[in-house]
């Protein structure tokens, strides 16, 4: 007979994965859209990365009126573990001039080799600070992806903390979910799901990469995520590129 002897980093994914299932129903969930974008849970070891996003949201009560939002970063990897990334956010909304809205460090950090376990895992660290407030969240999130032949999905967990003397220090989450087929290497469909206390969004999403040359490529995703709740933005549209090098 042979004995299996499982590493501990299994039992402690494992372990952390069973929480943060029990953890969800029960936590009070975020306020706002939480459309935004699904993170996988892989670093390339030699990877920088310039990233432009941008979120159009029509009609959510209590939000401003076609609400815009933009980031833009610069990431790098340290080490094949470990991806750190620099965010500038900013806004406009109908009666809003554009301004700069926040400011934003994070940290990914591989946990398993891809195809290690039956999913591969990572962790998600941001510390945020609002511009003009004395607004401060920090997150933390299990980020897990699953292949299945051409198929793969992802699920982001995350959980926040804020506080601040400009707001009641609170503690909230948000799902979100992607299903990805993937095609090509220039086009893959997907589907994606975001919830929180304030959304329920369903959509499709399009995405892809377009080499433009020696370990340097362009990522680009475009997606319109549909309100399914009254509480929810009737529409959201997302874009994201990435100039990877």
């Not at 895992?121 to 407030?133: D, S, Y």
């Not at 992802?154 to 003397?165: H, M, R, Y």
């Amino acid at each position: 007979m042979h004995t299996t002897v499982q590493n501990p980093l299994g039992y402690a994914i494992r372990g952390v994965g069973i929480l943060f299932c029990f953890t969800i129903p029960v936590m009070p969930l975020a306020d706002g859209n939480a459309v935004d974008k699904i993170y996988h849970p892989y670093v390339d070891a030699l990877e920088q990365e310039l990233e432009w996003r941008a979120i159009y949201q029509d009609d959510q009560p209590d939000q401003p009126d076609h609400r815009q939002l933009y980031r833009f970063s610069y990431g790098r990897a340290f080490g094949d573990r470990w991806f750190g990334e620099l965010y500038l956010t900013g806004d406009k909304a109908d009666n809003d001039s554009f301004s700069l809205a926040a400011y934003e460090v994070e940290a990914k950090w591989q946990l398993t080799e891809q195809g290690e376990y039956w999913a591969d895992w990572g962790i998600l660290f941001e510390l945020e600070k609002q511009a003009k407030e004395n607004i401060w969240e920090f997150s933390t999130g299990i980020l897990a992806e699953k292949e299945w032949g051409r198929w793969s999905g992802t699920a982001n967990i995350i959980i926040s903390q804020e506080w601040g003397s400009d707001i009641e220090d609170e503690i909230e989450s948000s799902l979100g979910l992607q299903t990805r087929y993937r095609l090509s290497r220039w086009i893959e469909p997907a589907l994606e799901l975001y919830v929180n206390e304030q959304t329920l969004a369903l959509g499709p999403v399009l995405m892809g990469n377009i080499q433009a040359g020696v370990r340097r490529s362009l990522h680009w995703e475009a997606g319109l995520l549909f309100g399914m709740n009254d509480k929810s933005a009737n529409n959201t549209l997302r874009v994201l590129i990435e100039y990877e090098f």
